[in-house]
């Protein structure tokens, strides 16, 4: 399995991004994905997950502000973030679990991961 992601970058307070991640090796669009993220000095952290069937869960923090979604065609997990702040700056990875279902956000549920993308963010 092998998982891509893309989209990171540099944003003013208040910005949009969308990051993506491309699967390969795998039915991905099967299985539980998820969006985690890591500041410097921090824990990585779960920020958002979708289940095979569409179903999403969502950290407190992004709720009404990042949006988890899929492209079973193009075999692409998407991550749409606005009203971005400050302490959304991280490292931004991608990940799937060995499970239909995405029973919450902790990255000990998911075995494969992503090399990440920075987002930073300004105030």
């Known amino acids: 399995v092998q998982l891509v992601e893309a989209g990171g970058g540099s944003v003013q307070g208040g910005g949009s991004l969308r990051l993506s991640c491309v699967v390969s090796g795998y039915t991905y669009s099967s299985y539980c994905m998820g969006w985690f993220r890591q500041a410097p000095g921090k824990e990585r952290g779960g920020v958002a997950a979708?289940?095979?069937?569409?179903?999403?869960k969502y950290a407190d923090s992004v709720k009404g502000r990042f949006t988890i979604s899929k492209d079973n065609a193009k075999d692409t997990l998407y991550l749409d973030m606005s009203t971005l702040q400050p302490e959304d700056t991280a490292t931004y990875y991608c990940?799937?679990?060995?499970?239909?279902?995405?029973?919450?956000?902790?990255?000990?549920?998911?075995?494969?991961w992503g090399q990440g993308t920075q987002v930073t963010v300004s105030s």
């Open positions: 979708i289940d095979s069937d569409g179903s999403t």
């Open positions: 990940a799937t679990a060995p499970s239909l279902i995405c029973y919450g956000l902790d990255t000990d549920d998911f075995v494969s």
